[in-house]
């Protein structure tokens, strides 16, 4: 069943939405709607049952805590760094 709602939206706004709806080839009602049943949608959960072995067994493993102080990005250059220093050793020779 259809309802009317009665908004106060800046022009701007409304004339941007027109414009995108138009763009979409869907009215501005049928836009809205659709925005308003995205934000209100309760968020769909999956039981335990519908996933897979490798899923569950992750979920099982210990959390790992990092401190504070961890930068992942430094710890990936250090392995990069690593991993590409032979070559940096055969360039230097």
């Given at each position: 069943m259809n309802a009317k709602l009665t908004l106060?939206?800046?022009?701007?706004?409304?004339k941007r939405a027109k414009i995108y709806a138009q763009?979409?080839?869907?009215?501005?009602?049928?836009?809205?709607?659709?925005?308003?049943?995205?934000?209100?949608?309760?968020?769909?959960?999956?039981?335990?049952?519908?996933?897979?072995?490798?899923?569950?067994?992750?979920?099982?493993?210990p959390k790992v805590d990092l401190p504070e102080d961890y930068d992942y990005k430094k710890e990936l250059e250090k392995i990069r760094d690593e991993k590409y220093q032979k070559y940096l050793n055969n360039n230097e020779k």
């Open positions: 106060t939206i800046d022009e701007s706004v409304i763009h979409q080839g869907k009215s501005l009602s049928s836009v809205i709607e659709n925005l308003l049943k995205s934000v209100t949608q309760k968020e769909e959960t999956v039981s335990k049952d519908e996933l897979s072995p490798l899923i569950k067994s992750l979920m099982l493993r």
